[in-house]
């Protein structure tokens, strides 16, 4: 096959083979790019239930638009049989990523939520995939998944190799008068090993197949001999405690419910297993060099050293007093990480910056007062003498906002020089006077 044309799509070199055919990397001609041609074995390409399975796959892949799922281009006759024109993803599948060990927890959890997105957008299509192991599965460089070899039975392979029994080619045999067994023996749910009619949740229980593996290194169900495979799938339960103690912690419920043998008692929909997998993801960090512990103990930092500088000027305003009022504390609970803080020179306002936008409480008061959202970064924030304003330093400017909240981005500002194009531009909402950046030209409104 290498260096045969088929259609306008010229094959480089062998990429892949199953018990059902091979997969060859080609060249399209016509738009210059790669994709996976997917062809029967020849002991397979005149058989018409296989033809039949093959070209369902192509109206399979066709329905489905998702970006966590290979895509199809065509189907080209060859000879008596048929290939598939696929896209073609550079990239180790997760069997080949396991195989080097059990992935990290923080490495695993994005690639388990885009495979449950794949399956969830296919079985809104009614569509299920049977067939979910880690070599169906290819990981792309920028670390986005695709699902390939949806609909595609496979037949079990005569030079199979029995160390890896759970892992075999799909399984294609007749087993009673309601269907047949279909599936990868070490990742297909009881009813599939029994060769019951089945639905999306034998994906639900092949997707907690695939995370077990990856987080332990090892497959759930493993084997010396297909029977055994198959009679560990019917009849046991996978040992969850070789999970890492984190992993069992946080997931060893949600894959309880995947491994449960009757279907009624699985999880009934991929997006629940979803919305769990995401409620353990942690949020992205605002701030690249800070987590929210380290910015809860900066503001409880800042905090402390506010109330004892305010302590210490109530003191002094006191001290001749006869009456010396009580130094009051209290705790603020931001609503997402803290930057700049602040307290007012009167002593009786605090400022700070949570997420991108200001707030501000009066210490006679109980709630925070949302004073403006931020356009970048805030880097310094400061009360002017009066304590009636706020300032704060944004990238390479300067801004003014009222106390209770207002518009800063709205002021006057002061333009570059005319005369000297590559002169710094200057832009503050605070009063000035006098020339601008150069000292050669007065200031004008900006735009």
């Not at 290819?138 to 695709?146: N, T």
């Not at 045999?173 to 279909?182: D, K, N, P, Q, Y």
């Not at 402390?304 to 009580?326: H, I, M």
């Not at 006679?364 to 003498?385: A, K, Y």
Request: with cysteine; glycine share 10%; aromatic share 6%.
């Amino acid at each position: 096959m290498i260096g045969r044309t088929v259609a306008h799509y010229t094959i480089q070199n062998k990429i892949g083979q199953g018990g059902m055919g091979e997969v060859y990397l080609a060249t399209d001609t016509r738009l210059k790019r790669q994709v996976a041609l997917k062809v029967l074995s020849d002991s397979l390409a005149r058989d018409d239930l296989q033809l039949a399975r093959l070209t369902r796959e192509a109206e399979v892949l066709a329905s489905l638009d998702h970006p966590n799922i290979a895509q199809i281009y065509g189907i080209e006759e060859l000879g008596e049989g048929k290939a598939l024109v696929l896209q073609y993803v550079e990239g180790p599948t997760l069997a080949e990523r396991i195989a080097r060990g059990p992935i990290d927890l923080e490495e695993a959890l994005p690639l388990a939520v885009q495979i449950t997105q794949a399956l969830e957008g296919a079985h809104e299509r009614g569509i299920v995939h049977r067939d979910l192991k880690p070599a169906n599965v290819k990981i792309a460089a920028e670390g986005s998944v695709k699902i390939l070899d949806f609909g595609l039975a496979q037949s079990l392979s005569q030079d199979r190799d029995d160390s890896a029994i759970a892992d075999s080619p799909t399984l294609t045999v007749e087993a009673t008068s309601t269907g047949a067994i279909l599936g990868t023996p070490g990742y297909m749910s009881p009813e599939q090993a029994r060769g019951h009619p089945t639905d999306r949740r034998a994906d639900i229980w092949s997707f907690g197949c695939v995370f077990y593996q990856m987080l332990t290194g090892a497959p759930p169900f493993p084997g010396d001999s297909l029977h055994e495979v198959v009679g560990a799938v019917l009849h046991q339960e996978p040992d969850l405690e070789r999970l890492p103690a984190t992993a069992k912690r946080r997931f060893g419920r949600l894959l309880r419910r995947c491994f449960q043998k009757d279907p009624a008692l699985r999880w009934q929909h991929m997006g629940d297993v979803r919305i769990e997998l995401l409620d353990e993801v942690q949020e992205p960090l605002p701030a690249p060099a800070e987590n929210r512990r380290s910015s809860l103990v900066f503001l409880a930092l800042a905090l402390l050293l506010g109330l004892l500088l305010g302590g210490v000027g109530v003191w002094s305003w006191t001290s001749d007093s006869p009456e010396a009022k009580p130094i009051t504390t209290f705790a603020v609970k931001a609503p997402d990480w803290v930057g700049s803080v602040a307290i007012s020179p009167d002593g009786e306002t605090l400022a700070f910056r949570s997420g991108n936008r200001l707030y501000t409480r009066r210490l006679g008061e109980l709630t925070l007062r949302p004073v403006s959202s931020s356009e970048g970064e805030i880097s310094v924030l400061f009360f002017s003498p009066d304590s009636r304003w706020l300032g704060f330093a944004s990238g390479d400017f300067l801004y003014r906002i009222a106390v209770d909240g207002g518009d800063p981005y709205g002021s006057p500002r002061l333009a570059t020089c005319r005369e000297r194009p590559g002169a710094r531009k200057i832009r503050s909402s605070f009063p000035t006077a006098g020339p601008a950046a150069c000292g050669r030209c007065p200031p004008t409104a900006a735009k």
